[in-house]
């Protein structure tokens, strides 16, 4: 269905858009922005790995929605770790989608150059590195620039009616909301022959800190970041446990594959947070949402605590919040009214941080503490001949954090 943010006029000059990070939400990105429309063209691409790049390139200029749309030059098709600088300066805006610990540095390059920015979640790894978003998105809001950050569930038109009802009063004083992630195992790449470290771990970015900075914020901060967008703010401490029941031997990083946190907020308001990705376990997703009057859940809806349907959503009505946030981009740099999301999608991700770090250090983590950390977990600076921040021992395992022992 065309979603109702979508805009019939096309502008007179073409928006010249670049993509960095070619994997498969990258690309999906890029599509959706071009379907956003016609008078968009992807202008240039920057991956680590030319496969990456290739394939995307493919993906896009074979889908029919789009054609005539891409117009990368083999010279405008950017690879290794200083790729996105020369893409990003052949464009008007980006779609920044490699692995977190690079978001940062990117961010802060293309608003530096003047360019719109769509982000995709999370935004960083660590705390200098939020701080660094934090303040790029400062100066993209003085510089007039759009930044849109990928939670996507904020563009959601019946999620949106939803918060507002909570939000209202619809259930009464909130007390706490349950939010789940439980899915299958994260795809391994299996290590080739004459393979460096650094290669193996950004082709398995997923099962390290560093790189994806954890299931909390990897996963899990699409709904987390539900709760945060009702209480109107992020939370005070958090506590949490987690570890490693299915993630075995060699070759698999230093992720935990489960986690269970509890979000305080200032109120009193608790968030309980359970993620899990192991295979032949029962996959669960979502957040409900407990008050004094009932409850609110997205599948089912608001109930008074008797099962009385209060409020649901048409299932006939189907949106794509995918689309809705990049059809809100581009029309925002058309129309030459900026949006700028860096704020909250910095701070929800600092939110799944702080998680992280009290689930791999056994303590209680305040949003203070973890905002203030000077601890790097992405260094900003990399090459391929880099050393990794987690490498392996001799046996080809690597450190995995230890409640209790862990410094965060």
């Not at 960095?20 to 992807?42: F, H, I, N, T």
């Not at 990456?52 to 891409?70: C, E, F, M, R, W």
């Not at 769509?118 to 620039?145: S, Y």
């Not at 997205?298 to 189907?318: A, N, Q, R």
Request: aromatic share 10%; hydrophobic share 40%.
């Amino acid at each position: 269905m065309v979603s109702p943010y979508s805009f019939a006029k096309p502008t007179a000059r073409p928006i010249r858009l670049a993509l960095v990070g070619c994997g498969g939400r990258g690309s999906g990105a890029a599509a959706q922005a071009l379907m956003a429309s016609p008078d968009v063209k992807l202008v240039a691409m920057a991956d680590v790995f030319k496969d990456k790049l290739d394939s995307a390139y493919h993906h896009l200029t074979q889908n029919p929605k789009i054609k005539g749309q891409v117009e990368v030059a083999d010279t405008h098709k950017f690879t290794g770790f200083d790729g996105f600088q020369k893409a990003i300066a052949l464009a008007d805006a980006v779609i920044l989608a490699t692995p977190a610990s690079f978001r940062p540095e990117h961010f802060e390059f293309a608003t530096n150059e003047g360019k719109h920015s769509f982000l995709e979640k999370p935004l960083a790894c660590d705390g200098p590195g939020i701080r660094k978003v934090l303040a790029t998105g400062q100066l993209a809001e003085k510089k007039g620039l759009s930044v849109v950050v990928g939670l996507q569930y904020r563009y959601e038109p019946a999620l949106q009616e939803l918060v507002k009802r909570v939000q209202d009063g619809a259930i009464g004083d909130l007390l706490s909301a349950n939010s789940y992630y439980m899915t299958n195992h994260i795809n391994h790449v299996p290590r080739q022959p004459g393979q460096s470290e650094m290669e193996y771990q950004m082709r398995n970015w997923r099962y390290f800190n560093w790189l994806w900075t954890g299931s909390p914020a990897g996963l899990q901060i699409h709904h987390d970041d539900i709760a945060n967008w009702v209480m109107k703010g992020f939370p005070v401490k958090t506590h949490g446990i987690g570890g490693r029941a299915a993630l075995k031997g060699p070759d698999h990083g230093d992720i935990f594959d489960h986690f269970y946190n509890e979000y305080e907020y200032a109120n009193g308001f608790k968030l309980h947070s359970e993620i899990r990705h192991i295979s032949g376990t029962v996959g669960k997703r979502g957040i409900t949402f407990i008050g004094t009057k009932g409850k609110a859940d997205f599948f089912d809806g608001i109930k008074s605590h008797k099962g009385d349907v209060i409020w649901k959503k048409d299932p006939k009505v189907v949106h794509n919040p995918y689309q809705i946030e990049q059809d809100i981009f581009i029309k925002s740099i058309q129309t030459g009214k900026p949006v700028n999301d860096t704020e909250w999608g910095a701070k929800s991700t600092m939110a799944t941080i702080m998680g992280r770090m009290a689930a791999h250090s056994g303590l209680e983590i305040t949003w203070d503490g973890a905002m203030a950390s000077d601890i790097v977990v992405a260094p900003e600076k990399l090459t391929w001949d880099s050393p990794v921040p987690s490498p392996p021992d001799a046996a080809g395992n690597y450190q995995v954090p230890m409640p209790g022992i862990s410094k965060v």
